[in-house]
């Protein structure tokens, strides 16, 4: 019984080592559902609009993005995040703001319309693509990704391959057109348009960007991130008066390091379930049919021939010895 359950065991092995990774690691690959991040981008010079002082200030800035998720909006296929985004100056002045809740899929990183989604309290938004992360085994192509600020998905391109401390990344790059993102709080003094200095004119707000990511594939984790950032005021006549902003934000290199580390813990995660369980399940699979091979060697029954020799020697003996 010990021999038949061992080469039982061993042919399921066998069997499962090429699932494994075919079938089973890819469906084991998913993106955590709970998390709690922050992460900063800064711009050592920028200029902005400060609408307490009506002026414009130049001066370092700084993007703080708090991520967190809805653990009970998550199941086994989907994670919730919300996402919360302050532009500020180093003294913690306001000059932006964003929010949003989005649901996505764990192994690709596709957005998902579910789970009250909201970008800036508005519902109504149909996000679509990436935005937190790329899929497991990022692909050297085109995908659409979600600008929050202008509310659009856009395509993001593949521009290339490189390596950072040594880990080999893809950069993709997007840009985002002007568009209109919001009225102005206040209104702007026509002094700082070239307009009427006497007075002062409600305006919109316009938002364009040039954005580069650089995702290391197998992870799908984004490891590094450029962001030139340009806003404008436009007057009633859609003519635009005023850079309201402009900021070149970039991930710091200790930031870098933080998610260089998330990535080697997936891609660890990855190697095991691609090849050191599937190897490590042939090696015990093969082993297994080896012993039960001579289990069933060391009790194989007599050959007739050896039986025929074994019913001589009897009378032979008992010849031997009239006993």
């Keep these: 019984m010990l021999a038949l359950g061992l080469a039982g065991f061993g042919a399921f092995l066998?069997?499962?080592?090429?699932?494994?990774?075919?079938?089973?690691?890819?469906?084991?690959?998913?993106?955590?559902?709970?998390?709690?991040?922050?992460?900063?981008?800064?711009?050592?010079?920028?200029?902005?609009y400060d609408p307490s002082t009506?002026?414009?200030?130049?001066?370092?800035?700084?993007?703080?993005?708090?991520?967190?998720?809805?653990?009970?909006?998550?199941?086994?296929?989907?994670?919730?995040?919300?996402?919360?985004?302050?532009?500020?100056?180093?003294?913690?002045?306001?000059?932006?703001?964003?929010?949003?809740?989005l649901g996505i899929d764990r192994r690709s990183g596709a957005i998902l319309d579910c789970c009250g989604a909201y970008v800036d309290g508005d519902s109504a938004v149909r996000a679509q693509g990436l935005i937190f992360r790329w899929p497991f085994g990022a692909a050297r192509r085109a995908y659409d990704y979600f600008d929050a600020l202008t509310k659009r998905s856009l395509p993001i391109t593949y521009a290339g391959t490189e390596q950072i401390s040594g880990v080999t990344v893809y950069r993709y790059t997007q840009h985002v057109p002007a568009a209109q993102v919001?009225?102005?709080?206040?209104?702007?003094?026509?002094?700082?348009?070239?307009?009427?200095?006497?007075?002062?004119?409600?305006?919109?707000?316009?938002?364009?960007?040039?954005?580069?990511?650089?995702?290391?594939?197998?992870?799908?984790?984004?490891?590094?991130?450029?962001?030139?950032?340009?806003?404008?005021?436009?007057?009633?006549?859609?003519?635009?008066?005023?850079?309201?902003?402009?900021?070149?934000?970039?991930?710091p290199d200790e930031e870098v390091a933080v998610n260089l580390g998330e990535a080697y813990g997936y891609t660890s995660w990855i190697t095991t379930a691609r090849v050191r369980l599937p190897i490590g399940s042939g090696v015990v699979g093969l082993a297994a049919l080896v012993t039960a091979g001579v289990l069933l060697l060391r009790r194989r029954p007599p050959s007739v021939?050896?039986?025929?020799?074994?019913q001589q020697e009897i009378p032979r003996r008992e010849l031997a010895d009239p006993r």
């Design 54 to 101: 009506a002026r414009l200030r130049t001066g370092p800035v700084v993007l703080t993005r708090a991520l967190n998720s809805d653990g009970s909006a998550g199941t086994g296929e989907r994670a919730v995040w919300i996402q919360f985004s302050s532009l500020t100056t180093l003294e913690g002045d306001r000059i932006g703001y964003n929010e949003l809740r």
């Design 182 to 251: 919001a009225s102005a709080d206040v209104p702007v003094p026509g002094r700082l348009m070239g307009l009427d200095a006497g007075r002062s004119y409600r305006v919109t707000r316009w938002s364009q960007e040039d954005r580069t990511l650089w995702v290391e594939p197998e992870s799908g984790v984004i490891v590094k991130s450029e962001e030139n950032l340009r806003q404008s005021f436009r007057t009633a006549d859609g003519v635009e008066r005023l850079v309201a902003l402009s900021a070149d934000l970039r991930t």
């Design 305 to 310: 021939s050896a039986l025929a020799e074994d």
């Design 14 to 48: 066998l069997v499962f080592s090429p699932l494994m990774r075919a079938v089973v690691a890819p469906r084991l690959l998913k993106a955590q559902a709970d998390r709690a991040t922050i992460s900063r981008m800064y711009a050592r010079s920028a200029t902005f």
